[in-house]
Nanobody, 127 residues
Framework: QVQLVESGGRLVEAGGSLRLSCVAS????????MGWFRQAPGKEREFVAA????????YYGVSVKGRFTISRDNAKSTVFLQMNSLQPEDTGVYYC????????????????????WGQGTQVTVSS
């Protein structure tokens, strides 16, 4: 059974940092592009960051560029999201996803199908 399991979300004060992890299991994801997405209460899910299968290419949403960093460790089947300078508007459920095509994750909009999704981890940033 293919699974993506996120962890690392918690309550943090504004200005703080968090590192989210997403562990993939069930099959090899080393050739997949991976991405992070988030959904705030009452809002649509939005793209946060993407990384290609080698880790050599990354892409960020406008609202997080310069504050968040996506990375991956293929030996551990894990993708990370380092989040710095967190703000209350970063609050939401953070999901990781996998797809064989990097450009599909980069250009994702609500309604676009991706191969696999995790169940999400809650991030709450207090002011």
């Amino acid at each position: 059974q293919v699974q993506l399991v996120e962890s690392g979300g918690r309550l943090v004060e504004a200005g703080g940092s968090l590192r989210l992890s997403c562990v993939a299991s069930g099959r090899t994801f080393t050739r997949d592009a991976m991405g992070w997405f988030r959904q705030a209460p009452g809002k649509e899910r939005e793209f946060v960051a993407a990384i290609n299968w080698t880790g050599g290419s990354t892409y960020y949403g406008v609202s997080v560029k310069g504050r968040f960093t996506i990375s991956r460790d293929n030996a551990k089947s894990t993708v990370f999201l380092q989040m710095n300078s967190l703000q209350p508007e970063d609050t939401g459920v953070y999901y990781c996803a996998a797809d064989q095509y990097f450009h599909i994750i980069m250009t994702w909009i609500p309604g676009t199908s991706l191969d696999y999704w995790g169940q999400g981890t809650q991030v709450t940033v207090s002011s």
